[in-house]
């Protein structure tokens, strides 16, 4: 019986990290995403000193 009471408290506190770790990874992430931008825009913006873009960029 203490065995499976210790088993199911581990279980419980890995569930409960990993919901935690879920959503805050994807929170950063997305933010990452947003700040990063398109391409095309980053593109546009840059300075004319730097060189060309690849050509598979249209």
């Given at each position: 019986?203490?065995?499976?009471?210790?088993?199911?408290?581990?279980?419980?506190?890995?569930?409960?990290?990993?919901?935690?770790?879920?959503?805050?990874?994807?929170?950063?992430?997305?933010?990452?995403?947003?700040?990063?931008?398109?391409?095309?825009?980053r593109i546009?913006?840059?300075?004319?000193?730097?060189?060309?873009?690849?050509?598979?960029?249209?």
């Amino acid at each position: 019986m203490e065995y499976a009471l210790v088993f199911s408290l581990i279980v419980g506190g890995t569930l409960v990290a990993i919901q935690s770790l879920t959503s805050t990874s994807g929170d950063y992430l997305s933010s990452t995403g947003d700040n990063i931008g398109e391409p095309r825009e980053r593109i546009a913006n840059m300075d004319p000193d730097l060189p060309d873009p690849p050509a598979w960029l249209p």
